[in-house]
């Protein structure tokens, strides 16, 4: 079956250092990949998108990676900051059409 | 995103109600979505229409409905509330490109839903 897992676990980070978020997926043939920010209590936030053929995407402190081969992709906070605290999600397409599969989120944790 | 808009933004309700929840958007999209969040499924596709007279299911569209009144309006409806269906529901919308493909979505604020 098709899966996409992200770790359920909070990730626990030090303020200024770089958080890495993984997002792997199973069964499925993406041609774009997509992360989201989310707040508690409000509605998921367009960050990036990368598609199939790049194997990098970067927009300010962020960055997202993506390899079809391992079917992953890995998205970067450098420098990050108590306000880059949140529940990131990554979404994929499951072909034509835009209707994107969400996995269950990261929640982050930047502590001073 | 000030742009969708949904209401109510909370909801308590007892089972058997019928209530609809409201979607409306000022981003000329013409594709909108429903999706229902839980702790740990994530967010879910109820029902999505891509123009005022497209709808099609989702993966959980059992027990909802949903109309399209127009571009800007899409409504989810519980005919029959059961607990449950207690969960986040947010509304989203895209834009329709010419390849169809590679865009963005843009969520409402939600609408937190209790159904006793």
């Known amino acids: 079956s098709q899966k996409i897992e992200q770790n359920s676990e909070a990730l626990n980070i030090q303020e200024g250092k770089t958080a890495t978020l993984t997002c792997n997926y199973t069964?499925?043939?993406?041609?774009?990949l997509q992360w989201y920010r989310q707040d508690p209590g409000r509605g998921p936030v367009f960050l990036l998108l990368?598609?199939?053929?790049?194997k990098e995407k970067r927009k300010e402190r962020l960055k997202v990676t993506f390899d079809t081969t391992l079917k992953q992709s890995l998205f970067h906070i450098t420098a990050s900051q108590p306000a880059d605290s949140a529940t990131y999600l990554c979404a994929l397409d499951k072909g034509g059409g835009n209707k994107l599969t969400f996995g269950t989120g990261t929640q982050l944790k930047v502590e001073l | 995103d000030a742009d969708v808009t949904q209401t109510p933004r909370n909801r308590i309700t007892k089972t058997g109600k019928r209530i609809m929840l409201e979607c409306s958007q000022t981003k000329g999209h013409d594709r909108m979505y429903w999706y229902r969040q839980d702790p740990g499924l994530g967010l879910r596709l109820i029902y999505y229409s891509f123009d005022v007279k497209d709808i099609n299911k989702g993966e959980i569209s059992d027990g909802y409905s949903v109309s399209r009144q127009a571009q800007a309006k899409f409504s989810l409806s519980l005919e029959s509330a059961i607990p449950n269906q207690t969960a986040l529901y947010f509304c989203a919308t895209s834009d329709s490109s010419p390849s169809g493909r590679f865009e963005t979505q843009y969520f409402g604020p939600g609408t937190r839903l209790l159904v006793l």
């Open positions: 069964n499925y043939s993406p041609a774009y």
């Open positions: 990368i598609r199939e053929n790049e």
